[in-house]
């Protein structure tokens, strides 16, 4: 028998050339089951993380490292909760026998791509640039995602834009005396999950915003109706948060950088050899969520914007990895609070250190930094695209959007 890994490059390949079919007939006379495929082939039916093969493991690590009771161990067998369950990984990197894999959308993806019957829009985050080598541009991305039968990218920096603003006129407006604080980074599902289910006494200081990738998915929808949404970035939680009962339907699939890859090879696509298709469509402040910081950084720059007094007032503090993730809620919760801005990313270094980038943070943070330094906007005030994007939703500017609709907005 293959391993998953092989397995999965293996059907990849065939569902790029079109071959699915024969090859799906003959991984059954192999031996294959429909559940061992069910991963790759029904992955809305599962968890972000699935079990391949029967769990051998009689420590119980799996079980021991998930931070929110999604496994569980009935007489050595392996259960996993698909609605609990955030797609941390914890169990995933614990699991010795490599018996616990993640889910797919790739053959999913590639599916409606070769159907070719309704428009199917790339949704990619901010921490895409340097992802596919080092002098790869975000015009040669677009190219290649062209390419293999998107009809468009779409940069989330730039609803990263519309929810920094949105995050700045919250802090103006609920931050009254010293002992008001707001929690932020929407954009990490990690963060939100582990405050929801861990530490709901202070989940009331939430902000009230969808991520940037759920803001994309619904107003791309908005936009282009028949739309397929199809998000793409380091991180696997976001296939769990795609599937949250308030927010679903706004991203129909998530790819990480490693499954797109997977497809550029199947399809033989060297995106350095591609023209780019160079636009600018996202300010500074969108662009630096792709590091731990920059969601406090973006709404101070702005806050300063709006109201220069009130941009004093904020204190922000920043924690990356689970680990530091839950000292800094431990303090909060018992009233250890210097700050009155709290931004929590689950990976070390934000989603630059994502489990599934295909680069390191290291290999990465120079490439967006840059990035965003190049932007010709500093913050969402001075985007015009923003304005334009708005202005396409029926909206004049943007605190009458922020007012009035409902699209940036979750309760907690």
Aim: glycine share 8%; with cysteine; aromatic share 8%.
């Amino acid at each position: 028998m293959k391993t998953f890994e092989e397995l999965y490059h293996e059907v990849t390949s065939s569902a790029v050339k079109g071959n699915m079919t024969k090859t799906l007939k003959k991984l059954k006379q192999e031996g294959y089951s429909d559940n061992q495929l069910a991963c790759l082939l029904r992955p809305e039916e599962c968890a972000p993380v699935f079990k391949f093969n029967k769990c051998g493991c009689s420590d119980g690590k799996c079980v021991a490292s998930c931070l929110f009771q999604a496994i569980t161990n009935n007489d050595g067998e392996i259960f996993i909760d698909k609605g609990k369950c955030v797609g941390c990984m914890k169990c995933v990197d614990s699991c010795e026998e490599g018996n616990i894999v993640i889910t797919h959308d790739t053959l999913s993806v590639i599916n409606i791509l070769r159907q070719k019957k309704r428009a199917v829009f790339a949704l990619i985050a901010p921490a895409y640039m340097g992802q596919f080598g080092k002098n790869i541009t975000s015009g040669q991305v677009r190219t290649a995602l062209k390419t293999i039968g998107f009809t468009g990218m779409v940069e989330v920096a730039i609803f990263a834009d519309i929810l920094t603003f949105k995050e700045a006129l919250e802090f103006d407006h609920n931050i009254k005396n010293e002992d008001d604080y707001q929690l932020t980074s929407c954009c990490c599902p990690v963060w939100i999950s582990m405050i929801r289910k861990k530490y709901p006494e202070i989940a009331t200081h939430l902000s009230k915003s969808v991520s940037p990738m759920i803001a994309a998915g619904r107003i791309i929808k908005e936009l282009y109706k028949d739309a397929y949404t199809v998000f793409i970035g380091p991180c696997l939680a976001k296939k769990s948060e795609a599937r949250e009962e308030d927010v679903k339907g706004a991203v129909d699939y998530v790819l990480t950088f490693k499954e797109l890859q997977d497809i550029f090879d199947g399809a033989n696509i060297d995106i350095s050899s591609l023209e780019g298709e160079e636009m600018e469509h996202s300010s500074y402040a969108g662009r630096i969520y792709a590091k731990a910081g920059g969601v406090s950084k973006a709404v101070t720059d702005t806050l300063s914007r709006i109201d220069e007094k009130k941009a004093k007032e904020i204190k922000t503090t920043c924690a990356s990895g689970v680990k530091e993730c839950m000292a800094l809620l431990n303090d909060i919760e018992v009233g250890k609070r210097e700050f009155n801005f709290f931004e929590g990313m689950g990976c070390k270094g934000g989603c630059i250190g994502g489990p599934k980038a295909l680069k390191k943070e290291e290999e990465t943070i120079e490439k967006i930094e840059s990035y965003a330094e190049h932007s010709a906007y500093p913050t969402p005030l001075d985007n015009p695209y923003v304005i334009e994007l708005l202005h396409r939703l029926g909206f004049e500017n943007i605190p009458e959007f922020i007012e009035k609709s409902h699209i940036l907005s979750r309760e907690f």
